[in-house]
């Protein structure tokens, strides 16, 4: 039964490419990483679709069996004999390479077994150790693929993933409670007089919950503003990309702010305008500090996780091939007519699916 509904899994993504997968996972990130330089976009999509495919096999009736036959053809893949599944065979093709550690997308594995084991996080310490394993291993793998070897900077990627995740988190509190799942720090609930348990029994809307989802979003804030800095140390052609990602991710908390935090009722989305006024930021931001004398800076934040993060420093043990990323001439204005097109085609789907939706064809 388990290798039964693995491959009828696999089958349902056979028709797609990466692209397709990444496109109906996440628009705002497909469309940011649309702006990465041709040279890497490929391998960033291939990426981005393992750690895809891998999260839907658990996410998606997932066992046990599922994590350790995902763990043994990671092994496979670093042995260079993927199996022809999923997107196995390119990303084998990519970790060999960019060189990235195999800790990377092995932390990421941990992260899922987490969530087979219905894990709940009773600190914030705990919740970031979570976040920086399903999110901030896959910051480090897309910085590894840029030519990042520096430790300061893997750092900061790893705490951009967290941000995003615990944006993520905070948008979904309700859907996750419906589903039974629970991120929020449970002490943080007791302390404003919320018990953990009954509440997801019947998890409504509560002047309390909603400032903890408050609570949690001041917190990716924090790390987003941790990571900034490092941004700009990136290759010049990858920054307009890393930028928009961070800008659309933050403008799902201040969406939720504006609804009063409240995501037990409401699903806080960034419209295509925004997206494309973000994007557009993005681009002056990058060209800006293209335009500024180049200087390494010191980090603003001194500050480490107080977290088991043991892999956000463990690749930098790891002799790499001393690659470095090259600065090739930005084509920006062309990548950014893409994603206008991406994007404008993406609502314009969407609008029809929701016609669909609400008039079902008659049986």
Not at 80 to 106: C, H, N, S, T
Not at 238 to 264: D, M, P, Q, T, W
Not at 328 to 344: G, K, S
Request: proline letters at 4%.
């Amino acid at each position: 039964m388990e290798m039964r509904n693995m491959n009828q899994m696999q089958k349902a993504y056979k028709p797609l490419n990466c692209s397709q997968i990444m496109a109906a996972g996440s628009k705002s990130f497909y469309a940011a990483s649309r702006l990465f330089p041709a040279r890497l976009r490929g391998a960033a999509t291939i990426i981005y679709t393992y750690c895809r495919l891998a999260d839907d096999l658990i996410d998606k009736g997932g066992t046990k069996k599922t994590l350790e036959s995902l763990r043994k053809r990671l092994d496979r893949i670093y042995l260079g004999k993927p199996a022809d599944e999923g997107v196995d065979r390119e990303f084998a093709k990519v970790v060999m390479k960019y060189d990235i550690p195999k800790e990377l997308p092995l932390a990421l594995l941990e992260g899922f077994e987490w969530d087979l084991d219905g894990r709940r996080y009773e600190s914030l310490d705990e919740l970031t150790d979570y976040a920086a394993r399903v999110a901030g291993s896959v910051g480090a793998m897309i910085s590894v693929l840029m030519g990042v070897r520096d430790s300061k900077v893997l750092e900061a990627a790893c705490k951009l993933g967290i941000a995003m995740q615990f944006t993520n988190i905070a948008r979904d509190v309700g859907e996750d409670a419906r589903n039974s799942r629970l991120y929020l720090p449970e002490s943080w609930m007791r302390q404003v007089g919320l018990n953990p348990d009954k509440w997801l029994e019947n998890p409504v809307d509560d002047i309390r919950i909603r400032s903890l989802i408050k609570k949690l979003l001041e917190k990716a804030s924090s790390h987003y503003r941790a990571s900034a800095e490092a941004i700009f140390l990136l290759p010049k052609d990858c920054r307009v990309s890393i930028l928009s990602a961070r800008y659309i991710y933050e403008e799902i908390g201040n969406e939720l702010k504006k609804h009063s935090f409240n995501s037990i009722n409401y699903r806080a989305h960034v419209s295509l305008s925004k997206k494309l006024l973000l994007i557009m930021t993005s681009a002056k931001d990058a060209t800006q500090s293209m335009l500024l004398p180049y200087f390494k800076k010191e980090f603003s934040d001194k500050s480490s996780l107080q977290s088991n993060l043991y892999f956000m420093l463990n690749p930098i043990g790891i002799k790499f091939r001393g690659r470095r990323c090259s600065t090739r001439p930005l084509n920006f204005l062309q990548r950014l007519n893409w994603v206008i097109d991406l994007l404008l085609k993406q609502a314009e789907r969407d609008k029809y699916q929701l016609v669909d939706s609400r008039h079902p064809p008659r049986q």
